[in-house]
């Protein structure tokens, strides 16, 4: 695997992970992806991934490794604390300045917490509603990120490009405010829906 090349890394290949980092990889991004189980790391290259650039990592190590600086990893993992799991095994192997994000479900108030005690090490934290679901994922879903506001300019670009469209091609996706803003307004977009 080739060192630092992909522009962002997903952890966790269910649907959901599966067709958004399908969706990167059509808007010309190289995503790294990893899965706790690694078998569906190397099932989601052969299967719905082949053919792509799309990057398989069999550790997290590889993973890391393989991001560009600022480093992205993105977790579409179970929200709680499959969470704060994903993020103790990146931590020993980001540096400050590097960028997790959190596309899952999470309760704001976590989200909050996650923000302050990553900040405290130099790590910069996203909380982000992710709708449309797997339709949306793959297409084009809305995209409500909050947390660490130096990170936003690192991910806009391509939150943006994978984001559904409106008439006018605006992206339905935008900067939504500190800590757990995000999944705050995810939160009251479940409870409209």
Same mark, same amino acid.
């Given at each position: 695997?080739?060192?630092?090349?992909?522009?962002?890394?997903?952890?966790?290949?269910?649907?959901? %992970?599966?067709?958004?980092?399908?969706?990167?990889?059509?808007?010309?991004?190289?995503?790294a992806?990893?899965?706790?189980?690694?078998?569906?790391?190397?099932?989601?290259?052969?299967?719905?991934?082949?053919?792509?650039?799309?990057?398989?990592?069999?550790?997290?190590?590889?993973?890391?490794?393989?991001?560009?600086?600022?480093?992205?990893?993105?977790?579409?993992v179970?929200? %709680?604390?499959?969470?704060?799991?994903?993020?103790?095994?990146?931590?020993?192997?980001?540096?400050?300045?590097?960028?997790?994000?959190?596309?899952?479900?999470?309760?704001?108030?976590?989200?909050?917490?996650?923000?302050?005690?990553?900040?405290?090490?130099?790590?910069?934290?996203?909380?982000?509603?992710?709708?449309?679901?797997?339709?949306g994922?793959?297409? %084009?879903?809305?995209?409500?990120?909050?947390?660490?506001?130096?990170?936003?300019?690192?991910?806009?670009?391509?939150?943006?490009?994978? =984001? =559904?469209?409106?008439?006018?091609?605006?992206?339905?996706?935008?900067?939504?405010g500190?800590?757990?803003?995000?999944?705050?307004?995810?939160m009251?977009?479940?409870?409209?829906?």
């Amino acid at each position: 695997m080739q060192k630092e090349s992909c522009d962002i890394g997903l952890i966790g290949l269910a649907v959901m %992970g599966q067709n958004l980092v399908l969706n990167m990889n059509d808007h010309g991004y190289r995503v790294a992806v990893f899965n706790r189980t690694v078998s569906k790391v190397d099932e989601f290259i052969q299967n719905e991934a082949a053919g792509t650039q799309v990057v398989g990592a069999h550790s997290i190590e590889e993973f890391v490794g393989s991001l560009k600086r600022p480093r992205r990893a993105m977790l579409m993992v179970k929200a %709680g604390d499959t969470v704060d799991q994903m993020i103790e095994g990146l931590l020993p192997h980001l540096d400050e300045g590097d960028i997790v994000i959190d596309g899952g479900n999470s309760h704001y108030p976590d989200t909050n917490r996650r923000t302050k005690d990553l900040a405290e090490k130099g790590i910069l934290f996203i909380g982000t509603g992710v709708s449309g679901g797997e339709e949306g994922a793959r297409f %084009g879903p809305s995209i409500m990120p909050g947390g660490s506001p130096a990170a936003w300019p690192h991910v806009k670009e391509i939150f943006q490009s994978i =984001a =559904a469209k409106v008439e006018d091609g605006s992206p339905c996706c935008d900067w939504v405010g500190e800590n757990g803003a995000g999944h705050y307004v995810k939160m009251i977009h479940n409870g409209i829906e």
